[in-house]
């Protein structure tokens, strides 16, 4: 096989950019590898933080790919009601060798319809909102159900993209990448995880997030009823 092993990345307003350009840095080392950021309407985005990434493609311009990724991002409430990304996400899927997310991306994977009777992760905050999309919610910060491929928060992406990597070229050449990058995480507080960090932490991080929480639930809400 001498083609492009192809690799879309889902993207659309208010995505985490760390989301993509973590697992995009570790999955393009791939062999052949051949990366595409797509959007249901292409041209620019604009990311969590005000980043702005242009020269996206059209999601329905791509024929099919070997690997689909969806990240997650405060834009996933608005993107769950995107009809036209959607019916792409369920396009590609069918015909990709793998189907992956980070964070809440798992959750558009649910509002197309791709996580019923599925096991996959998400961010701790979102994470029982996938059972609404008929799938179950697991806690893991990688998890693997068959071609399904979905990581928890954020950062999570990295770790789900070396799984990803030691699935299709093999361990020895994941660990090769993880040392060429130096990815050996050493966090200066024991404080990523809600079992971890402090009650205080944990009620700051808290507060932060429930003044979203109507929003979030509305729009999972919506997105499931249209299944």
């Not at 693997?144 to 789900?160: C, E, H, P, R």
């Not at 030691?166 to 994941?174: L, M, R, T, V």
Request: with cysteine; net charge negative.
């Amino acid at each position: 096989m001498n083609h492009p092993y192809t690799i879309v990345f889902a993207l659309y307003p208010g995505v985490t950019q760390l989301d993509f350009t973590g697992p995009l840095e570790f999955l393009s080392k791939l062999p052949r590898a051949r990366c595409l950021l797509a959007s249901s309407r292409g041209g620019d985005i604009r990311a969590d933080g005000g980043v702005v990434f242009s020269g996206i493609a059209r999601l329905a311009d791509i024929e099919r790919c070997d690997l689909l990724c969806v990240p997650g991002g405060l834009g996933t409430m608005e993107a769950m009601e995107d009809a036209e990304l959607l019916g792409q996400l369920r396009r590609l899927a069918a015909g990709a060798d793998y189907v992956s997310s980070v964070c809440t991306g798992s959750l558009l994977l649910g509002a197309a319809g791709l996580l019923k009777g599925r096991r996959a992760a998400c961010h701790w905050a979102w994470l029982d909102s996938l059972a609404a999309f008929g799938a179950h919610p697991c806690p893991d910060r990688v998890v693997v159900d068959g071609k399904l491929f979905s990581g928890g928060g954020v950062t999570a992406g990295i770790d789900m993209a070396l799984t990803l990597m030691a699935e299709i070229a093999g361990p020895e050449f994941a660990q090769t990448v993880q040392l060429t990058l130096e990815y050996a995480p050493a966090p200066p507080f024991a404080s990523g995880r809600p079992e971890l960090a402090s009650p205080e932490v944990l009620a700051a991080a808290r507060r932060r997030i429930d003044q979203l929480r109507d929003r979030r639930e509305e729009a999972v809400l919506r997105a499931a009823s249209s299944l």
